[in-house]
């Protein structure tokens, strides 16, 4: 009998953002043609600009995205946990984040020291967000009170990827 150990509890995604969940909606997330796999690495150039990302789900349906760095200004000193870099509410299911309403604009990565995990945590809304206050400052942003506040519940899917400084290009 094999155990397999999901990358979301490796990566400690599960406990530094989100509390355990089971899954009840497919979301894929694409930079350009490269598709995020949890725990891979993504260049801070690639991921420069938004995601694509296919929800499923009923067209009736709508859901929130949020994409946090629980790892900023540095992995051993998180000391603005979360970051966040993007906030999109009202999203029809079976379509993709561009169909919502974007909350906090997107930001790339732009991880100053150290690997930095970005995650994407997909929840379920009870109804459409007719006015939702977005968060006063990018810094010490907390997914799971955002999910308290608008009355979420815990994600229906979520989905990470690692990321670093890329060396600058040598000049000649």
Not at 27 to 53: D, Q, R, W, Y
Not at 97 to 120: D, F, N, T, W
Not at 144 to 153: H, I, Y
């Amino acid at each position: 009998m094999t155990t397999c150990v999901d990358p979301l509890v490796v990566g400690g995604v599960i406990g530094d953002v989100i509390d355990l969940f089971v899954p009840m909606v497919t979301m894929s997330v694409h930079f350009g043609s490269k598709h995020i796999n949890n725990g891979c690495e993504i260049t801070p150039s690639l991921a420069a600009n938004l995601p694509t990302v296919n929800i499923s789900g009923r067209r009736f349906d709508r859901f929130t995205l949020v994409m946090t760095d629980p790892d900023a200004p540095s992995p051993s000193e998180p000391t603005l946990r979360e970051l966040v870099h993007w906030v999109v509410v009202n999203i029809p299911g079976s379509t993709d984040a561009s169909h919502g309403q974007e909350l906090v604009p997107y930001m790339g990565p732009k991880p100053p020291l150290g690997i930095h995990r970005y995650v994407l945590v997909l929840f379920h809304q009870q109804s459409e967000f007719r006015a939702v206050a977005p968060p006063t400052t990018r810094a010490n942003f907390s997914t799971r009170d955002f999910a308290v506040q608008c009355e979420l519940g815990l994600p229906v899917a979520v989905a990470y990827f690692n990321s670093q400084k890329q060396p600058a290009a040598r000049r000649r």
